[in-house]
């Protein structure tokens, strides 16, 4: 017999954390957990402020609706519902089937805070190619030009991310690129989104080498997988996409390109973190996911991020919101 609950889960966040115009104090979302009379499986259902097109407010009426079909075993159309409860649910689906490895990809790009002898310490812990990421276009973008130069010059091993989520005009991205060392932009992995429209981005890529990847651009209307000059990558934050299944689809499809696809986090909690973990370790093995914001928490929920010590909110001192 069919059973299901969702749950509502409040986690403090760490006091630095910003989205965009946002302070994030803490994150708010829903557990939908699954039981198919033998198994036990739960998804996580939690819209990004300031990124996700619906709240989570109806976030939780579009995922009773999904449940509710689910129980009376009608036929599911996931991506037709909104993309968190999408992906939440067919995390969940997933699981029930024991369909999603239990190994998981726990090797996150570091998120740099501008000191290198921090990043440093972290590179030193990675095995393998030592990457890392920086946020860019928050300020002025001869100073991002600059520190990104100045870690590339120091750490000769190095290869970086980089993510200006469209936040630059063509002459500003001209303004971050003329302070990066020619002979350093090839340790550029990729930058995402660098300008306010794909057009720019491109262009900005054909003058300066400096390769690009889509990310907010995966998430247009219409957007589909194709050979670009200079795009050498695709970032899937499932969370903000869609259903586990369209987020595969995406990843082959970026895969018989050539292209890199790299599973990403929209912040959260420990429970869809480690499925991220494990699906970037199922479905894209040969590259490091960007899953390095367990940090920005103040407790993880449900399931422990390998090496994490911070406390552990259970399901069971949460609200149960619905169940039938």
Known sequence: MKTAKIYQYQLPMDSGVILREQRLQQRDGLVIELSDGIHTARGEVAPLPEFSQ????????DLISLTQSWLNNEELDLDSNC????????????????????????????????????????????????????????????RDGMVVNM?????????L?????????????????????????????????PCTTPEESLAFSKATDIAIAWDETVR???????????????????????????????????????????????????LALT??????????????????????FKMQLDTSWPNCDLPVAQLADLEVIWEN
């Not at 500003?172 to 090839?186: G, I, L, M």
């Not at 990558?233 to 996409?241: D, E, G, N, S, Y």
């Open 275 to 296: 499925q991220l973990a494990r699906l970037a370790a199922w479905k894209t093995p040969e590259t490091i996911p960007g899953l390095d914001t367990i940090d920005l």
């Open 220 to 270: 247009d209307d219409g957007f589909t997988v194709e050979t670009q000059e200079g795009v050498t990558a695709i970032v899937i934050k499932p969370t903000l996409v869609g259903s586990v299944e369209k987020c595969i689809s995406l990843i082959e499809q970026a895969h018989q390109l050539g292209m890199q696809a790299v599973i990403s986090s929209s912040i959260e909690s420990s």
């Open 161 to 193: 991310r980089l993510d200006a989520n469209r936040g630059w005009t063509a002459k500003k991205a001209e303004q971050f690129a003329n302070y990066v060392h020619p002979q350093f932009r090839s340790r550029i992995e990729f930058l995402e989104e």
């Open 83 to 142: 993309p968190s409860v999408a992906f939440g649910f067919s995390m969940a689906l997933l699981e029930i089937e024991k369909q999603l490895p239990q190994e998981g990809n726990y090797q996150a790009a570091p998120l740099c805070s501008g000191d290198p002898d921090d990043l440093v310490v972290k590179l030193n812990e990675m095995s393998g190619k030592k990457i890392a990421k920086i946020k860019v276009g928050l300020y002025e973008p001869i």
């Open 54 to 61: 619906e709240t989570l407010e109806q976030a939780r009426e």
């Open 151 to 159: 870690f590339l010059e120091l750490i000769s091993d190095l290869s």
